[in-house]
């Protein structure tokens, strides 16, 4: 924008002292590296604050309880039947959480946790599930529907956010 000083267009950028158009042209070469340098760190801080925090993927099941074996000492496997195909990335060692809510007496939900000790398939291709427990809860017994939550896998937020961009 020009403006008329003494009859005289001049731009108002150079109505300015010699001091501020220097700095105007010439940004000082410490303020571009120091910020430079300040919003890495802030990214750095950020993508390590990403990777501590850890994020549990559980696959929810329907399930069966279709009977309990005791084994040695105080653990138990317990055998459920699976209303749903099984999934591929349910496997052997998993930890699993077995919850089954009473519908007869509407009492607290049961839970069993242990993990997965084996897979098969019994008649017709009816998918088994296997799940040794530390302990037996007297109240479970077979014939009672539940759900069963299997944790898949623990992920950081830094990995996740990884696979999402795809070198």
């Not at 105080?74 to 749903?84: A, E, K, M, Q, Y």
Request: contains cysteine.
């Amino acid at each position: 924008m020009e403006t008329k000083i003494n009859g005289k267009a001049v731009n108002r950028y150079e109505l300015r002292s010699d001091d501020v158009q220097e700095v105007m042209n010439n940004p000082p070469h410490m303020l571009i590296t120091w910020g430079i340098v300040m919003i890495l760190a802030v990214l750095c801080i950020l993508f390590v604050v990403l990777d501590r925090f850890r994020i549990h993927e559980k696959l929810h099941l329907p399930v069966l309880v279709a009977a309990m074996k005791a084994g040695e000492e105080d653990s138990v496997t317990v055998i459920l039947t699976l209303n749903i195909a099984m999934p591929t990335k349910v496997r052997t060692q998993l930890p699993a959480q077995l919850t089954i809510n009473p519908l007869r007496d509407g009492g607290p939900p049961l839970s069993l946790s242990g993990a997965i000790d084996s897979i098969a398939y019994a008649q017709y291709g009816v998918p088994l599930i296997f799940i040794k427990a530390g302990h037996r809860d007297q109240a479970i017994k077979p014939g009672m529907p539940g759900v069963v939550a299997i944790n898949i896998q623990e992920r950081s937020l830094f990995s996740m956010l990884l696979d999402r961009i795809k070198f």
